[in-house]
């Protein structure tokens, strides 16, 4: 059994920052890539970041300069740093844990940005 828990959702101003953070926790021997993904509502969901084992990152074109994907060792829990959040970056952010036996998520964390 594998327990992804996301944390650190909430609402924020225009221009404001927030920060997610996401563990992963039970039966999880080895993990790959770690990702944060948001689905707004009527739309579909996107990747918004992702950091693999070696540290390598990748961002969708909409939040790159805003956002930062970190990874912090030996737990692997994987933090995003949201800065100059726009009311379009209002979500629900969910962390997404890959491991060579399949993909686990987390429950979804919502962040609101009012304008």
């Known amino acids: 059994q594998v327990q992804v828990v996301e944390s650190g959702g909430g609402l924020v101003q225009a221009g404001g920052s927030l920060r997610l953070s996401c563990a992963a926790s039970?039966?999880?021997?080895?993990?790959?890539?770690l990702g944060w993904y948001r689905q707004a509502p009527g739309k579909e969901r996107e990747l918004v970041a992702a950091i693999t084992s070696s540290g390598s990152t990748n961002y969708a074109d909409s939040v790159k300069g805003r956002f930062a994907i970190s990874r912090e060792k030996p737990k692997d829990t994987v933090y995003l740093q949201m800065n100059s959040l726009k009311p379009e970056d209002t979500a629900v952010y969910y962390c997404a844990v890959d491991s060579p036996w399949g993909r686990y998520w987390g429950q979804g964390t919502q962040v609101t940005v009012s304008s």
């Open positions: 039970g039966s999880i021997f080895r993990i790959d890539t």
